[in-house]
T-cell receptor
């Protein structure tokens, strides 16, 4: 079974530009979540999608957005890039999502997209 | 606010030594997950604990969740260079998934 696939692996952008990152979940997984990882802040939750609907959102500005398609693939977009957006962006998929129900399936992560903003 | 506190932040051990990493939450956890990360790569799922007092082992790694479901430990027996990396605990609080700050493990041959 193929794992979570993220593309591209590396990106270099300049301030003010926008960027789109892609994530293909494990086959059969309908939940996709995104995380930002930086040395200073660690892993921070961006948002989670399930069945094409955003189920939860972390504390990030509106410049960060995402969407999920009917085949569960997800994209994340960051507009008006800032230097502080440089980070490793990780996507994870799982069978279930937890809102009022207890999650009983772990997150499976891709290898991430390394974004550098200059 | 940081939901999960991990300790220590870093560990340097000689190959063959045992070590323990701790993860503490101020809230009762629905589930506690352990992951390992190589620098710049994704997280690899190690184990999931859900029940108070639960203990799981895989190869030389054992994870435990305390009875109150607020603290977990990850124990590595007879460490090897392949164990090197960053270990993160993660928890599902019902609204979202939180991660600890990570413990960087270096194993000296």
């Amino acid at each position: 079974k193929a794992g979570v696939t993220q593309t591209p692996r590396y990106l270099i952008k300049t301030r003010g530009q926008q960027v789109t990152l892609s994530c293909s979940p494990i086959s059969g997984h309908r939940s996709v979540s995104w995380y930002q990882q930086t040395p200073g802040q660690g892993l921070q939750f961006l948002f989670e999608y399930f069945s094409e609907t955003q189920r939860n959102k972390g504390n990030f500005p509106g410049r960060f957005s995402g969407r999920q398609f009917s085949n569960s693939r997800s994209e994340m977009n960051v507009s008006t890039l800032e230097l502080g957006d440089s980070a490793l962006y990780l996507c994870a998929s799982s069978l279930a999502f937890s809102r009022t129900t207890i999650r009983n399936s772990p997150l499976h992560f891709g290898n991430g997209t390394r974004l550098t903003v200059t | 606010s940081q939901e999960l506190e991990q300790s220590p932040q870093s560990l340097i051990v000689q190959e063959g030594k045992n070590l323990t990493i701790n993860c503490t939450s101020s809230k009762t956890l629905y589930g506690l997950y352990w992951y390992k990360q190589k620098y710049g790569e994704g997280l690899i799922f190690l184990m999931m604990l859900q029940k108070g007092g639960e203990e799981k082992s895989h190869e030389k790694i054992t994870a435990k969740l305390d009875e109150k479901k607020q603290q977990s430990s990850l124990h590595i027996t007879a460490s090897q260079p392949s164990h090197a990396g960053i270990y993160l605990c993660g928890a599902d609080t019902g609204n979202q998934f939180y991660f600890g700050t990570g413990t960087s493990l270096t194993v000296i041959p």
